[in-house]
């Protein structure tokens, strides 16, 4: 088995797939996602679960990247196949809430370090050289209008946040209080040990300097990571739409 590119897709498929997982990284790390994610998500794979993760490079009108990650999942979707689960990562998780199903054609979501903060405190230059130059901008939608899409459309129950404890940029938080105070919610926030690069930064590690400086308990916490994703995804507790 190895990695496949499908246009926007980087794509994993197990003989006889158990479901499948749709991820979406955050920030520059997503533009090579079976390389920076390659840990994680080949762990998932190898419990028998196909991977379709999206390549892109993040830019300000969030609304039309999560527009374009849903269009290339859709095609791509086998549509005999039970609805998939959502995995995103930092901004990943945010494309994934303003998909334009509003989470209709998912099983669920499991969202890691969910981050939804503004331009200037993600790009420190456009703070530092904005008003110099006569320029401002945000993203679309802007912090607090993604959250009000999220509590008026977002309707998907299931939904699992997870935030690492060393994790300084994280908000899950705040989307569970948004989440939570929809009708019919079964969302839920687990910690675990970590920081906001835990779901990548082994796969990078290994790529960029060889075999020898994977840290195999590095792999052990990503290893469990993936195993608690899938069991509270395939747990008989979950809302079922």
């Known amino acids: ?10 794509c994993w498929t197990p003989p006889q797939p158990k479901g499948l997982v749709e991820f ?23 419990q028998g679960f196909a991977i379709h993760a999206w390549s892109y490079v993040p830019g300000f009108d ?61 790009v420190p230059l456009l703070a530092e050289l904005g008003p110099a130059l006569g320029v401002t901008s945000e993203f679309s939608p802007s912090p607090e209008e993604t959250l009000r899409l999220i509590a008026r459309n977002y309707s998907q129950a299931n939904n699992l946040l997870v935030r690492f404890r060393s994790d300084q940029l994280d908000q899950s938080a705040r989307l569970l209080q948004v989440l939570q105070n929809r009708s019919r919610d079964s969302s839920q926030l687990i910690e675990r040990a970590g920081d906001h690069l835990t779901p990548a930064s082994a796969g990078l590690r290994q790529n960029l300097l060889g075999g020898w400086a994977d840290d195999p308990a590095r792999q052990r916490e990503l290893d469990q990571l993936a195993d608690q994703l899938l069991q509270w995804w395939k747990s008989p507790n979950q809302t079922r739409n």
């Not at 959502?86 to 890691?112: F, V, Y």
């Open 24 to 46: 979406i990284g955050g920030s520059y790390l997503a533009a090579t996602p079976q390389i920076s994610y390659r840990r994680l998500l080949e762990a998932l794979a190898r």
């Open 62 to 122: 969030h609304q039309a990247q999560a527009n374009q990650a849903w269009k290339a999942f859709r095609q791509r979707r086998d549509p005999e196949q039970p609805a998939p689960l959502r995995l995103g990562h930092s901004l990943g998780c945010k494309l994934h809430l303003l998909a334009p199903d509003n989470g209709r054609g998912c099983s669920a979501l499991a969202a890691m370090s969910f981050n939804n903060f503004s331009a200037e405190r993600s």
């Open 1 to 10: 088995m190895s990695w496949r590119q499908r246009g926007s897709l980087w």
